[in-house]
Nanobody
Framework: QAQLVESGGGLVQPGGSLRLSCVIP????????VAWFRQAPGKERERVGC????????YYAASVAGRFAISRDSAKTTYYLQMHGVKPEDTAVYYC??????????????????WGQGTQVTVSS
């Protein structure tokens, strides 16, 4: 399983912005669904959003829709999670994950074959 590489986490004030990056290894040609998940202490890992290259659709969790956006670079090897208007409840370790598709936005945690190591995002004043 390929190891994805995330970066960009840190401390941000409420209402601020932050951009996370996820690099997909160049040899993994079939990772058409790239998702961002997050896990807060004591909570289950939850899907933040998923970008599906098969149909160009992006699926977002209701808790972040309108505030977060997933994009990618022209080489299709780096995916971004742009976070705006962050809230204290956005504090978590953020992970990117990849597999053949997003499953219509419903692909489960256990169904993603490749993961990054996680990057901590802390929203606090």
């Amino acid at each position: 399983q390929a190891q994805l590489v995330e970066s960009g986490g840190g401390l941000v004030q409420p209402g601020g912005s932050l951009r996370l990056s996820c690099v997909i290894p160049g040899f993994t040609y079939n990772y058409y669904g790239v998702a961002w998940f997050r896990q807060a202490p004591g909570k289950e890992r939850e899907r933040v959003g998923c970008f599906d290259s098969n149909d160009g659709l992006t699926y977002y969790a209701a808790s972040v829709a309108g505030r977060f956006a997933i994009s990618r670079d022209s080489a299709k090897t780096t995916y971004y999670l742009q976070m705006h208007g962050v809230k204290p409840e956005d504090t978590a370790v953020y992970y990117c994950a990849a597999d053949v598709d997003c499953g219509g936005g419903n692909r489960r945690v256990i169904d993603f074959g490749a993961w990054g190591q996680g990057t901590q995002v802390t929203v606090s004043s």
